[in-house]
């Protein structure tokens, strides 16, 4: 294609019934391929699916901590951050023929990283070309002034439209006569007519978020007239797929998100309110939350054509015809304005992009120049660039190390000159695999729930989450029980989230031996105990996020948000101990001897405002002794 046309760019626009990114696949075959997705496990099973062919042969996959490709690989599915890993070996990506980047109209962050990336490679490698794929009509424009020639060595883009959804049953679009203040309640009411009034067929209802999902479940509950006749299960980031049966049921999925695969439904309808939930950092406050914003207008197509894949369909959506048409975004939300823009500019730099506010091309917007400032100061805090700007040798190990957090980077760079690389190896993979929220299973019946508190009680420490996670990380790894998931079932500790934490730290512990982290271990003895030091190390990545206790749940903000009341997950260690022994915190004692203090002061890794109704809730959480802060504040009371 990009060969036919004489271009390094093309822009492929076609919706995702169309077939388009299949059939990009097999067309460049024969060539050595990056095809950069937001799913690449997902997608490369799916091509091999329908090409008939093996994963990990002609096409593989590479994501964070997992390799699924071979010396016969001749397309390779990847995340974003993955190629720019790549980069650092090889700058220019001359071992690729066409790089593929699908979405692009999704305006992910780290996508849209890549995008700018390669702008500047195909200006030195003429020789290679670069595929983007795009739903969005809109997003065609953009693209095509972003890589307008303007003197460049690249010429101009050319633009391929695939036929829309020519595989897709017809589907009748129903919009509400006038809007509605809960479209939840109106789309129970919608489901209810549904199951009373139309021919048999799966039904697909499409929500913002988890608690949505349950409410919208616990009120068609109360509502439902036919009985058993309807089967209703929900789907959200942390359910899976269900596993629906053909009994001759009517089936029902309740979705917090579009599902991924539908191979287990016969879809004829489909509900949708016309919203997601967006993750969105702010950089300036230190801030993650999760905000409802409406669907675009190609997403509201994409969803009604769900109901058209096995027969004609109907969509019901929760809104007017009038908000389909003026209130939907033509373009979704920019997601590197809701990103921690330092994890981005490090990348950058490592990358030799020194200046990212003038030698970087984003796709516009350009992030504003106070967020790029605040990013530079959390990197030099942090010591990874230095008083010039110019990364310096651990910077180089933070922007390396396949860790999400940069914070938690810092953690292990840290640790080789503390001698406890492997523990705080440890607590970082069971942090990226879930953290203490998912490690811990919990179980609804009360007594269920008794006895899952026993169990976690044998691993749980007063420090905190970290140490507790790599006390559950020892027991499950050192005893060899990563294949007998029984021994996580009666300690009620999820195997899932244990298997994949090894699977992580077998990764990083490569990664760090690559990276030469410890080596420095035999140039001095560190003093103190083992738990001091990995918490030292805790501290050096997390000394910004820090809070002083005000009771047994709620502390006060130190530093950015100064004196913001917070209150403790309460899947934290510390929720637990404060519930069982208020005094213990209150007091600060570790024991009846009130000689034993224990310290007001805490670490934390995450700062979630969700709820305007209550404090914001700090997760990831260890409590600190108050001299570990003392070289970053100048006063910290005791």
Same mark, same amino acid.
């Given at each position: 294609?990009?060969?036919?046309?004489?271009?390094?760019?093309?822009?492929?626009?076609?919706?995702?019934?169309?077939?388009?990114?299949?059939?990009?696949?097999?067309?460049?075959?024969?060539?050595?391929?990056?095809?950069?997705?937001?799913?690449?496990?997902?997608?490369?099973?799916?091509?091999?699916?329908?090409?008939?062919?093996?994963?990990?042969?002609?096409?593989?996959?590479?994501?964070?901590?997992?390799?699924?490709?071979?010396?016969?690989?001749?397309?390779?599915?990847?995340?974003?951050?993955?190629?720019?890993?790549?980069?650092?070996?090889?700058?220019?990506?001359?071992?690729?023929?066409?790089?593929?980047?699908?979405?692009?109209?999704?305006?992910?962050?780290?996508?849209?990283?890549?995008?700018?990336?390669?702008?500047?490679?195909?200006?030195?490698?003429?020789?290679?070309? *670069?595929?983007?794929?795009?739903?969005?009509?809109?997003?065609?424009?953009?693209?095509?002034? &972003?890589?307008?020639?303007?003197?460049?060595?690249?010429?101009?883009? +050319?633009?391929?439209?695939?036929?829309?959804?020519?595989?897709?049953?017809?589907?009748?679009?129903?919009?509400?006569?006038?809007?509605?203040?809960?479209?939840?309640?109106?789309?129970?009411?919608?489901?209810?007519?549904?199951?009373?009034?139309?021919?048999?067929?799966?039904?697909?209802?499409?929500?913002?978020?988890?608690?949505?999902?349950?409410?919208?479940?616990?009120?068609?509950?109360?509502?439902?007239?036919?009985?058993?006749?309807?089967?209703?299960?929900?789907?959200?980031?942390?359910?899976?797929?269900?596993?629906?049966?053909?009994?001759?049921?009517?089936?029902?999925?309740?979705?917090?998100?579009?599902?991924?695969?539908?191979?287990?439904?016969?879809?004829?309808?489909?509900?949708?309110?016309?919203?997601?939930?967006?993750?969105?950092?702010?950089?300036?406050?230190?801030?993650?939350?999760?905000?409802?914003?409406?669907?675009?207008?190609?997403?509201?197509?994409?969803?009604?054509?769900?109901?058209?894949?096995?027969?004609?369909?109907?969509?019901?959506?929760? !809104?007017?015809?009038?908000?389909?048409?003026?209130?939907?975004?033509?373009?979704?939300?920019?997601?590197?304005?809701?990103?921690?823009?330092?994890?981005?500019?490090?990348? *950058?730099?490592?990358?030799?992009?020194?200046?990212?506010?003038?030698?970087?091309?984003?796709?516009?917007?350009?992030?504003?120049?106070?967020?790029?400032?605040?990013?530079?100061?959390?990197?030099?805090?942090?010591?990874?660039?230095?008083?010039?700007?110019?990364?310096?040798?651990?910077?180089?190990?933070?922007?390396?190390?396949?860790?999400?957090?940069?914070?938690?980077?810092?953690?292990?760079?840290?640790?080789?000159?503390?001698?406890?690389?492997?523990?705080?190896?440890?607590?970082?993979?069971?942090?990226?695999?879930?953290?203490?929220?998912?490690?811990?299973?919990?179980?609804?019946?009360? %007594?269920?729930?008794?006895?899952?508190?026993?169990?976690?009680?044998? &691993? %749980?420490?007063?420090?905190?989450?970290?140490?507790?996670? *790599?006390?559950?990380?020892?027991? &499950?790894?050192?005893?060899?029980?990563?294949?007998?998931?029984?021994?996580?079932?009666?300690?009620?500790?999820? !195997?899932?989230?244990?298997?994949?934490?090894?699977?992580?730290?077998?990764?990083?512990?490569?990664?760090?031996?690559?990276?030469?982290?410890?080596?420095?271990?035999?140039? +001095?003895?560190?003093?103190?105990?083992?738990?001091?030091?990995?918490?030292?190390?805790?501290?050096?990545?997390?000394?910004?996020?820090?809070?002083?206790?005000?009771?047994?749940?709620? !502390?006060?903000?130190?530093?950015?948000?100064?004196?913001?009341?917070?209150?403790?997950?309460?899947?934290?260690?510390?929720?637990?101990?404060?519930? %069982?022994?208020?005094?213990?915190?209150?007091?600060?004692?570790?024991?009846?001897?009130?000689?034993?203090?224990?310290?007001?002061?805490?670490? !934390?890794?995450?700062?979630?405002?969700?709820?305007?109704?209550?404090?914001?809730?700090?997760?990831?959480?260890?409590?600190?002794?108050?001299?570990?802060?003392?070289?970053?504040? %100048?006063?910290?009371?005791?």
């Amino acid at each position: 294609m990009a060969w036919k046309l004489r271009t390094n760019v093309v822009i492929v626009v076609g919706d995702a019934f169309s077939g388009v990114k299949t059939e990009l696949a097999g067309y460049v075959i024969d060539r050595s391929v990056c095809i950069v997705s937001l799913d690449p496990i997902r997608r490369c099973k799916d091509v091999c699916g329908e090409l008939d062919e093996v994963v990990g042969e002609k096409f593989g996959y590479t994501v964070p901590f997992e390799d699924q490709s071979s010396w016969q690989t001749r397309i390779k599915y990847v995340t974003p951050e993955m190629v720019l890993l790549e980069a650092f070996a090889d700058p220019l990506f001359k071992h690729y023929d066409v790089i593929v980047v699908e979405d692009v109209d999704r305006r992910d962050a780290w996508t849209d990283v890549v995008v700018g990336v390669l702008y500047k490679v195909i200006n030195v490698n003429q020789k290679l070309k *670069l595929i983007l794929t795009t739903e969005s009509v809109e997003c065609v424009e953009i693209l095509r002034q &972003f890589f307008q020639p303007q003197g460049e060595r690249i010429k101009t883009p +050319q633009v391929v439209q695939i036929d829309s959804s020519t595989g897709i049953n017809p589907v009748d679009i129903l919009h509400l006569e006038s809007p509605v203040s809960d479209y939840v309640d109106a789309g129970v009411d919608c489901l209810v007519k549904i199951v009373e009034n139309e021919p048999e067929g799966d039904v697909l209802v499409l929500l913002s978020c988890r608690s949505e999902v349950q409410r919208f479940i616990a009120l068609f509950n109360e509502r439902n007239t036919a009985g058993d006749g309807v089967v209703v299960a929900p789907y959200h980031s942390s359910s899976g797929m269900p596993d629906f049966r053909y009994d001759g049921k009517r089936h029902v999925m309740v979705a917090a998100m579009d599902p991924k695969e539908q191979e287990r439904m016969e879809t004829a309808y489909v509900i949708d309110c016309g919203f997601y939930e967006l993750d969105w950092f702010d950089g300036l406050k230190n801030v993650h939350s999760k905000i409802t914003r409406p669907i675009t207008k190609a997403h509201a197509n994409f969803r009604a054509n769900l109901a058209g894949r096995f027969k004609p369909g109907k969509c019901f959506r929760l !809104y007017t015809e009038q908000a389909a048409t003026t209130l939907l975004p033509s373009t979704p939300d920019q997601g590197i304005l809701g990103y921690d823009i330092s994890e981005i500019i490090l990348k *950058l730099k490592a990358l030799g992009i020194d200046n990212v506010a003038r030698s970087f091309k984003f796709i516009p917007p350009s992030p504003p120049s106070t967020v790029i400032a605040s990013g530079l100061t959390t990197l030099y805090s942090l010591g990874a660039i230095d008083d010039m700007g110019k990364l310096t040798k651990e910077g180089t190990i933070i922007s390396e190390l396949p860790v999400s957090s940069i914070y938690l980077a810092k953690a292990v760079a840290a640790s080789g000159v503390q001698s406890c690389l492997e523990e705080v190896l440890r607590i970082t993979a069971c942090s990226l695999a879930g953290g203490i929220s998912t490690m811990l299973y919990r179980p609804a019946g009360r %007594k269920d729930r008794e006895d899952a508190e026993i169990q976690h009680d044998k &691993f %749980k420490v007063l420090e905190g989450d970290h140490l507790t996670l *790599l006390n559950i990380f020892d027991a &499950f790894y050192q005893n060899n029980k990563p294949k007998d998931p029984r021994w996580a079932g009666t300690r009620y500790l999820n !195997y899932r989230t244990l298997t994949t934490a090894v699977q992580y730290y077998t990764q990083l512990k490569r990664y760090s031996q690559r990276l030469q982290i410890g080596h420095q271990e035999t140039l +001095q003895q560190p003093s103190g105990k083992l738990s001091e030091r990995i918490l030292l190390c805790l501290v050096q990545g997390f000394f910004r996020q820090v809070a002083k206790r005000k009771s047994p749940t709620e !502390y006060a903000l130190i530093g950015t948000n100064k004196g913001q009341v917070v209150t403790i997950d309460r899947d934290s260690v510390l929720s637990s101990i404060a519930k %069982k022994h208020p005094s213990m915190i209150i007091h600060g004692l570790q024991s009846n001897d009130s000689s034993q203090h224990l310290s007001p002061w805490i670490i !934390y890794e995450a700062l979630t405002d969700n709820d305007t109704t209550s404090n914001p809730k700090i997760s990831g959480i260890s409590i600190i002794p108050r001299s570990l802060l003392q070289p970053y504040y %100048k006063t910290v009371e005791p």
